[in-house]
Every structure is written in C-alpha cells, then in structure tokens.
C-alpha cells in the first residue's frame, strides 16, 4: 500500500471518527434534554435577562375540574394578553408556537395553552364527560378570567388556529365583554363541508401529479362523511393533502417538521410530555371529531361584538381559505379584516410568522393597547 493511498485512508477514518462523534454528542445533548425537569428559558432583552418586569412562567392550573397547563412569556408583564388556542383538536402548538411568538413578547403577554387532552394537559382526556366542545367553550371562559384577575386586566386578545377557531369564535361570540377583538387562522366554518373541499382538492392534485398509489387510496375510501374506519381514513387523506402542499405551502411533509423540532427541542416538556403529545392527537380525535364534523359556524356564530380578522394561506386546503372567506364575507363586527399570506396554507403564523407577527403589533395591538388598562379585579 502506498503511502497516499494510507494517508487517504487515515483522513477517511479520522472523518467518519468524528461524524460518528458530532453524532454521539448530538444524541447525548438530546437525551440531557429529555430528562431535565420542564421548565422555560428566562425572557432575554438584548441577550441580558431582565427579570424586572419580564415574565417565563409555566404554569398548572385547576380549569373545568382538572389540571391543565399554559406558558406566560412577555418583556413586560404589564403588556396586553394574547391568548393562543391550538389546532387539533389535540394538537399542542405551546413548544412549537414559543418559538415562533417570540418576537412579540416585547408587545404582549403571549399564553400559550395545552387545552385539555393535549400534551402537558393529556391526563384531562380522563374525564371523557367533559370531551366536548361546550366544555372546551367553558374552559376558554374560565381561563381569561384567570388571566385577567392575574394581570389586573379587563381584556384580552384570542387567537384561534384551526380546531382553535371554533372554540374561539364559540368563546367570544357568547363572552365578548373578555375580549378586544377575536384573531382566527386557518379559520374553520362549516366544517363538513370543508372535509368535502379538501377530499376532492386532495384527489384532483393526486391525478394532477400521476400519483397512482394516491389516486388508488382516496378513490377506494370514498368521499366524507367516511364509512368504517374514519380515523385512518381522515389520517389517509391529510397525509396526501400535506404531500401536494394543502397543510404547509413549501413543505411536503405537511406540519410535521414545524412541530416535531419544537417537540424535541424545547425545555418545556418531560419525555413523558411527548408520548403524551401523540397519545392526545388520537385520543382528542377519537372522542372530539364527530362532533366537531356537526358544526357550522355560518349558523352559530353569523356576528361577533369585537373586531374581527381572519388570517388565511391562500393555499389552504385543510379547512378550505375559499370557505373561512365566505365566513368571513358573511359574519357581522364592528370591523372585521380579512389577511391573505400568500406564501401559506393551514399555518400562516409559523410558514409566514414574520409577517404574522407584524399584523399583530400593527394591527391587533392598538386595538388591545387603546381598550385594555391595568384594573383592580374582585
């Protein structure tokens, strides 16, 4: 053997060395992650922590007869309240949504909320009783009132993401003295219908683009309402819809990227925080999404009393944009603004959260600046 041809190999095996290295420290770093106690990184300004009037608490509370949790971030505790309701049903977004609100910690008081049977909250799936929507209304209720005799507020902003649109709008059409307008994305209306959009849209792109297997799959399940099996069936079809660019516009692996680095990552959560992560997914939709397929906002909720946007990816085809903007046309407030973001589908506030963040402040915090001040509540 040469001595080039040695050298060669020796750079070869020093190479593989350290990937095999870099990799070992990686898995390490994520097992250390797996097993510290949950918690959330201190609130840095200017990469120093203040800690004077900045608030990072996450934080159990006792809502609806059970334990749940929700994350507090701001750089000033005195700011308006956001309060975030996830998609799903079940689908946590508090590690992945952290990440992305962050910019606007400076502006609000941003709650994030793992809402009954999801993530941190999993264990209230328990009380399958109270796995319904009007109960999900009433946590909603009873958790702004909390927030609000917490921070002396008389307010707060509501931000619904998908299933977290129709307890949103549910929410403030019955409580609106709580809130200083009503935020929707992904907004969901009539929502058998819109199971019958993404159906059809989800097969005519799978015959668009030759997928056979797709094609053979979506065709042998027949449209919604599904027979037998419809949880694998739903499953079946959002997996084609995220592969043709229905769930995230740039992605066709659909929200799993988005979610799982949160997931992973983030400080928030104890490793049985993400096994319970997914066993919430499938658990809130087994007991949630027939309900869920009966409502229509159209009839329940024609008029809300705050002011109103509607933050849309124009290539949303998990709830349909072209339905939430016939929702939107058809409601009543005393404003209402429909938002497109262009280069979106179902999640605008994480595939555009740049611009999702800037409505927010120009748009949103005025109105939560001009209504809310500082009160002392009973």
Not at 26 to 35: A, D, N, S
Not at 64 to 87: A, F, K
Not at 164 to 188: D, H, R
Request: proline share 4%.
């Amino acid at each position: 053997m040469s001595a080039h041809t040695d050298s060669a190999d020796h750079r070869t095996v020093r190479a593989f060395g350290g990937a095999v290295a870099g990799l070992g420290a990686l898995i390490g770093l994520v097992g250390v992650r797996f097993v510290l106690p949950a918690g959330t990184p201190r609130v840095r300004l200017k990469g120093r922590a203040d800690s004077a009037r900045s608030t990072a608490i996450l934080e159990k509370v006792h809502i609806g007869g059970s334990d749940q949790w929700i994350l507090e971030r701001s750089e000033d505790v005195d700011n308006p309240i956001v309060l975030y309701l996830h998609g799903g049903p079940g689908t946590s977004q508090l590690t992945s949504n952290r990440r992305n609100t962050k910019d606007l910690e400076k502006f609000f008081n941003v709650v994030n909320w793992d809402q009954r049977g999801a993530g941190k909250s999993y264990n209230a799936i328990n009380d399958v009783d109270k796995m319904n929507i009007d109960q999900f209304v009433q946590d909603t209720r009873e958790l702004t009132l909390y927030l609000l005799k917490k921070y002396q507020k008389e307010r707060l902003v509501l931000v619904g993401h998908s299933w977290g649109s129709v307890i949103g709008a549910l929410t403030v059409s019955k409580y609106p003295e709580f809130y200083n307008c009503y935020v929707g994305i992904g907004q969901l209306a009539n929502i058998a219908e819109g199971e019958a959009v993404s159906y059809q849209w989800t097969l005519d792109q799978a015959r668009e683009h030759k997928d056979h297997r797709a094609i053979e799959a979506l065709a042998r399940m027949g449209p919604p309402p599904y027979k037998g099996n419809w949880r694998e069936k739903t499953v079946t079809q959002r997996r084609y819809l995220g592969r043709f660019g229905g769930e995230v516009h740039a992605s066709r692996n659909g929200a799993f990227g988005l979610v799982i680095g949160g997931l992973l990552f983030s400080r928030e959560y104890t490793m049985t925080d993400r096994i319970n992560f997914f066993r919430g997914v499938l658990g809130s939709m087994r007991l949630l999404w027939p309900e869920l397929l009966t409502v229509d906002l159209f009839k329940r909720v024609p008029e809300m009393e705050v002011p109103v946007f509607i933050m849309e990816g124009r290539y949303d085809k998990e709830c349909p944009s072209e339905i939430a903007e016939r929702y939107f046309e058809s409601i009543r407030a005393p404003s209402k603004e429909l938002i497109w973001f262009d280069k979106s589908a179902h999640m605008p506030n994480a595939e555009q959260r740049d611009l999702f963040n800037r409505i927010m402040v120009e748009k949103v915090l005025p109105i939560a600046a001009h209504q809310n001040r500082s009160v002392a509540l009973a």
